[in-house]
């Protein structure tokens, strides 16, 4: 049991050392385990802290590249580095490659701008002429999910409680509990930056104006 799913443990009144209902097993931890891989899922997208450097090797005449990359999933690309040349790409589009030219499939050359395709596909610009040369991306990473409670959990040590108060509520709000599920994961979106306070369903926002009422017509 890793020390997120004791704070979780802790905070719905079981005992870390000798749980009854969520038991220290792949079964029992099921739904603790999958609130805590969501919160860190969640919270890699929100800060972007969690980067990965992928080397791609040039292939002459390849316009188009998959990233196949391990150690998660990729969420967007931060950086790009011709290694040989010690050059930077630019980041473009498709829509602006074709407005700058519109036979830029058919131009080959040294690697001047990369188009992000969808979450593992990328597109240099021009086409590598050779096979010699390296593309080096850093990139913001959604780690993999843990199965067990002694892999490592990719998440900034100052986040864990952010990580449990995310799992306490959705525990809440399983059981029904929506005041509790509303109070934990209130303090998770203060926790990680997010300012998006919660309101009651049954309270309608209007706009409305203090000014005295138009008299009424008379006579």
């Not at 969501?38 to 890699?44: G, K, R």
């Not at 509520?169 to 203060?190: F, L």
């Amino acid at each position: 049991m890793n020390s997120i799913e004791r704070i979780v443990l802790q905070a719905i009144g079981e005992n870390p050392d000798a749980p009854d209902v969520f038991t220290d097993d792949s079964v029992g931890m099921l739904q603790i385990r999958d609130s805590i891989n969501d919160a860190i899922e969640e919270i890699s997208i929100i800060t972007g802290g969690l980067k990965g450097r992928y080397q791609m090797p040039l292939r002459s005449y390849r316009s188009f590249y998959r990233f196949d990359y391990s150690g998660g999933d990729i969420a967007w690309i931060t950086d790009a580095w011709v290694v040989g040349t010690q050059r930077r790409l630019e980041q473009t589009d498709i829509i602006k490659l074709s407005n700058f030219s519109p036979r830029w499939m058919l131009e080959s050359g040294i690697p001047r701008a990369y188009v992000p395709i969808g979450f593992d596909h990328v597109c240099l610009w021009p086409k590598p002429a050779g096979d010699t040369g390296m593309v080096e991306f850093t990139c913001v990473v959604v780690p993999k999910r843990y199965t067990i409670d002694d892999e490592r959990l990719n998440i900034r040590q100052d986040l864990d409680q952010a990580a449990a108060e995310f799992a306490i509520g959705e525990y809440y709000a399983s059981r029904g509990d929506a005041r509790s599920a509303i109070s934990h994961h209130t303090r998770y979106m203060k926790m990680v930056g997010i300012d998006a306070p919660y309101y009651p369903t049954d309270r309608h926002w209007q706009l409305r104006s203090n000014k005295d009422p138009w008299p009424k017509a008379t006579g």
